[in-house]
């Protein structure tokens, strides 16, 4: 959730718990039931739209786990083709890995890896390669693909909970002004409870910290402003120590 929806969202928490504590204050209207009805959906929405926001991280942390285990496979694979190049220049040029690639050009380049590991898989075995590793990695190229299509799907979903929780927060916020209205017609004789309903239905914003700029004392009227300090005549030696003027250097004739 935004910080400004999360701000309004906690605003109305607190005016749904007025209008549980002072709802029966209020008139036996249609316009502040339903006002309190509107605001008490919002703010029992919310939270299962939020479970969205979760679950789409969850799917970005698999994401990133099975591209961390193909990306590691990869590797192996580059390095021990390097050292098959060396009677096989060929194989350099097929085995490149670069070094940052976007997900679907790593899945392209997984794919192509294991077609010419397998036609190799017997010189890479005998390298030290597990006898598995081409179906080792196509299953993690299978696992990569797989939560990388769990993360698009989970992202879409995100952005469709948080335009759901903004909306509903939209419509929820006009409520609170309806209420606005008819708490200080219906109580204005009630300073207490106004005084509690102000507080409630206020956003909270963090205070901005100002420096505090010193300003001058001013002068009192008709006071004379303060005689100088008397100036110790310079002597020679003093004359000598002070600095010389900024004044440019006029550049050599």
């Known amino acids: 959730m935004k910080l ?27 316009l502040s039931r339903q006002a309190l009805a509107t605001i008490d959906e919002a703010v029992g929405q919310v939270p299962t739209l939020e479970q969205v926001g979760t679950s789409a991280s969850v799917a970005a942390a698999r994401k990133a786990t099975a591209r961390n285990a193909l990306v590691d496979l990869l590797v192996k694979v580059e390095q021990t083709a390097r050292v098959l190049a060396v009677d096989n220049p060929g194989l350099k040029p097929r085995f490149a890995l670069p070094a940052s690639v976007p997900d679907r050009r790593l899945l392209s380049i997984a794919r192509q890896f294991a077609r010419d590991a397998a036609a190799q898989a017997a010189e890479f075995v005998a390298h030290g390669m597990p006898s598995t590793f081409v179906v080792d990695l196509e299953q993690r190229i299978a696992t990569f693909e797989a939560t990388l299509q ?85 002597s020679p030696d003093t004359a000598q120590s002070r600095p010389e003027s900024a004044d440019p250097i006029a550049p050599a004739a």
């Open 4 to 30: 400004t929806d999360r701000r309004r969202y906690d605003m109305l928490t607190r005016v749904r718990e007025f209008g549980v504590n002072f709802g029966h204050l209020l008139p036996e209207s249609t």
């Open 150 to 234: 769990q993360r698009g799907a989970s992202r879409e979903e995100q952005v469709a909970a948080r335009a759901r929780i903004a909306a509903s927060l939209d419509v929820a916020v006009a409520a609170v002004r309806t209420l606005d209205v008819i708490v200080a017609n219906h109580l204005a004789s009630d300073p207490v409870t106004q005084a509690v309903w102000k507080r409630d239905r206020r956003v909270a914003y963090p205070n901005r910290s100002r420096k505090a700029v010193a300003t001058p004392a001013p002068t009192p009227i008709g006071s004379e402003p303060p005689a100088p300090e008397p100036v110790a005549p310079e």
